[in-house]
């Protein structure tokens, strides 16, 4: 404790008491029986019970000048017994080690933490009522992990950013377990032990908002690169070969090298998502449609409109399927990755987060899977249609396993 502009002559009896022994006699009980005494004497039994060792430095006026311009005085104007206290009190301030707020977490105690304990103590004695260290320790260990909680994510955030120029959302994903482990255990490092629980969940569910956004950030990246090699390859294409296109037989070359263009953009495209690659394609090709057919037609020599709309149904429907079992490989593999990152989170029992966040990924996948799976069977001819029933029910029944 530090009293300053102190005046009084700390004597009794005759006795000349240092600072430490009148801060002792201030917290003598009173002997009087009236109400207001009983309140202080309540307020002196909690500083003695949350303070169990105490020391006292007394400070006199610093100078005899106008206090006003305090500031701006040198050591040579304040007064001797001033300079001769503060230095005292800034050596034994100096000597002593961190002071802890739980001896369990040994968690030392930074300016803001013993702020927020001195406002709730300083609150109790200025309302006259008992100092109650549960609630101190609570609101101190609010406004540390609070603080503690904006910091990891905001650092999370800033180590993230670094995956927006990703090919992949699987490099993403990788990189979000390491830097959602960091994120994690800085928060244990720097948090006090009051609900710790509840603010690592609470930054598990930011950080992993934050890469769903980053995940839509990418996938919107490869569609725009993917569509524009797209309309580039097609139209180097059809710049080469429209001559022959609209030929006899020139539909089966539109056929061919289309099919040769397809592999060639996935070749390019290899170190994108999958399933990001195959709709970018799904989406140029959709929208060629109509000239697609116009080569159909100047080809065959087809003139019936009917017979129009059935050959762009049926190309259609074969190019939607071509697709969603692209899209199916996509996620299969995913699913093989993750089972092999859940083996290796299950044999280390300390980190149940990362093991939690891979079974919440498959279970997405799983469903996603499932989704696929009934568009495809709608989609497939009745020849092929057990096969693919049989292919399916095998493989999602080894995955439940």
């Given at each position: 404790?530090?009293?300053?502009?102190?005046?009084?002559?700390?004597?009794?009896?005759?006795?000349?008491?240092?600072?430490?022994?009148?801060?002792?006699?201030?917290?003598?009980?009173?002997?009087?029986?009236?109400?207001?005494?009983?309140?202080?004497?309540?307020?002196?039994?909690?500083?003695?019970?949350?303070?169990?060792?105490?020391?006292?430095?007394?400070?006199?006026?610093?100078?005899?000048?106008?206090?006003?311009?305090?500031?701006?005085?040198?050591?040579?104007?304040?007064?001797?017994?001033?300079?001769?206290?503060?230095?005292?009190?800034?050596?034994?301030?100096?000597?002593?080690?961190?002071?802890?707020?739980?001896?369990?977490?040994?968690?030392?105690?930074?300016?803001?933490?013993?702020?927020?304990?001195?406002?709730?103590?300083?609150?109790?004695?200025?309302?006259?009522?008992?100092?109650?260290?549960?609630?101190?320790?609570?609101?101190?260990?609010?406004?540390?992990?609070?603080?503690?909680l904006k910091k990891a994510i905001q650092e999370f955030k800033k180590e993230m950013d670094k995956g927006r120029s990703?090919?992949?959302?699987?490099?993403?994903?990788?990189?979000?377990?390491?830097?959602?482990?960091?994120?994690?255990?800085?928060?244990?490092?720097?948090?006090?032990?009051?609900?710790?629980?509840?603010?690592?969940?609470?930054?598990?569910?930011?950080?992993?908002?934050?890469?769903?956004?980053?995940?839509?950030?990418?996938?919107?990246?490869?569609?725009?690169?993917?569509?524009?090699?797209?309309?580039?390859?097609?139209?180097?294409?059809?710049?080469?070969?429209?001559?022959?296109?609209?030929?006899?037989?020139?539909?089966?070359?539109?056929?061919?090298?289309?099919?040769?263009?397809?592999?060639?953009?996935?070749?390019?495209?290899?170190?994108?998502?999958?399933?990001?690659?195959?709709?970018?394609?799904?989406?140029?090709?959709?929208?060629?449609?109509?000239?697609?057919?116009?080569?159909?037609?100047?080809?065959?020599?087809?003139?019936?409109?009917?017979?129009?709309?059935?050959?762009?149904?049926?190309?259609?429907?074969?190019?939607?399927?071509?697709?969603?079992?692209?899209?199916?490989?996509?996620?299969?593999?995913?699913?093989?990755?993750?089972?092999?990152?859940?083996?290796?989170?299950?044999?280390?029992?300390?980190?149940?987060?990362?093991?939690?966040?891979?079974?919440?990924?498959?279970?997405?996948?799983?469903?996603?899977?499932?989704?696929?799976?009934?568009?495809?069977?709608?989609?497939?001819?009745?020849?092929?249609?057990?096969?693919?029933?049989?292919?399916?029910?095998?493989?999602?029944?080894?995955l439940q396993i």
């Open positions: 404790m530090c009293i300053r502009d102190f005046q009084l002559k700390p004597v009794k009896e005759g006795k000349v008491l240092t600072p430490d022994e009148y801060l002792e006699d201030c917290l003598k009980r009173s002997t009087k029986q009236t109400k207001p005494q009983a309140r202080f004497n309540e307020i002196k039994e909690s500083i003695k019970r949350y303070f169990p060792k105490r020391k006292c430095f007394t400070l006199s006026f610093p100078t005899k000048e106008d206090l006003h311009n305090i500031e701006s005085l040198g050591e040579g104007s304040l007064r001797a017994q001033f300079v001769k206290e503060v230095k005292a009190m800034r050596e034994f301030i100096y000597e002593k080690k961190p002071k802890f707020i739980c001896n369990v977490s040994k968690k030392a105690l930074h300016g803001t933490d013993l702020v927020a304990l001195l406002t709730m103590y300083v609150d109790a004695v200025r309302k006259e009522t008992p100092i109650q260290y549960k609630a101190a320790y609570t609101y101190a260990s609010t406004q540390r992990n609070e603080h503690v990703l090919k992949s959302k699987k490099k993403l994903m990788e990189m979000f377990m390491v830097c959602h482990s960091e994120a994690q255990a800085r928060i244990l490092d720097r948090s006090f032990v009051y609900e710790i629980k509840h603010y690592q969940e609470k930054a598990t569910e930011e950080m992993k908002a934050y890469v769903d956004e980053l995940n839509v950030v990418i996938g919107e990246a490869c569609q725009k690169v993917g569509a524009e090699k797209l309309s580039m390859m097609y139209g180097d294409m059809m710049k080469r070969n429209r001559s022959i296109y609209i030929l006899k037989h020139g539909y089966e070359e539109y056929e061919k090298d289309m099919k040769a263009l397809e592999n060639e953009f996935y070749s390019l495209m290899s170190e994108y998502d999958g399933d990001e690659t195959c709709m970018c394609f799904y989406k140029f090709k959709s929208s060629k449609q109509d000239e697609h057919m116009k080569l159909y037609r100047a080809a065959t020599e087809e003139k019936d409109k009917a017979e129009y709309h059935i050959v762009g149904a049926v190309t259609k429907t074969e190019m939607n399927l071509q697709k969603l079992r692209q899209t199916r490989d996509a996620q299969k593999a995913d699913i093989a990755r993750y089972m092999q990152k859940l083996e290796t989170a299950g044999e280390n029992t300390e980190n149940a987060i990362e093991y939690e966040t891979i079974i919440q990924a498959i279970e997405g996948k799983y469903k996603t899977l499932e989704a696929i799976n009934e568009k495809i069977l709608t989609q497939t001819d009745g020849e092929d249609i057990e096969s693919e029933m049989l292919e399916t029910e095998d493989y999602m029944l080894n």
